[in-house]
């Protein structure tokens, strides 16, 4: 991963949604999800097509990564 920025997991960043289409890591703590590690850069957003996000923004249509992967 190039650049890269951490961000906890209840922030309400680009980073932390599930559209979110950047690389990122996630970091667990006693077996819970507790940061993610988003690679920096300008990416589309798969929730607003032509719109272009970095991990540290948000937007209204926000939707929690984990509740869609686990």
Do not use: D
């Amino acid at each position: 991963m190039a650049s890269s920025a951490v961000y906890r997991v209840q922030q309400k960043k680009c980073a932390t949604c599930a559209y979110w289409a950047g690389r990122r890591a996630i970091e667990f703590g006693a077996n819970k999800p507790r940061y993610i590690k988003a690679e920096a850069g300008n990416f589309s957003c798969m929730a607003q097509s032509g719109r272009q996000i970095s991990a540290n923004n948000y937007c209204p249509k926000y939707s929690e990564w984990e509740k869609l992967m686990f």
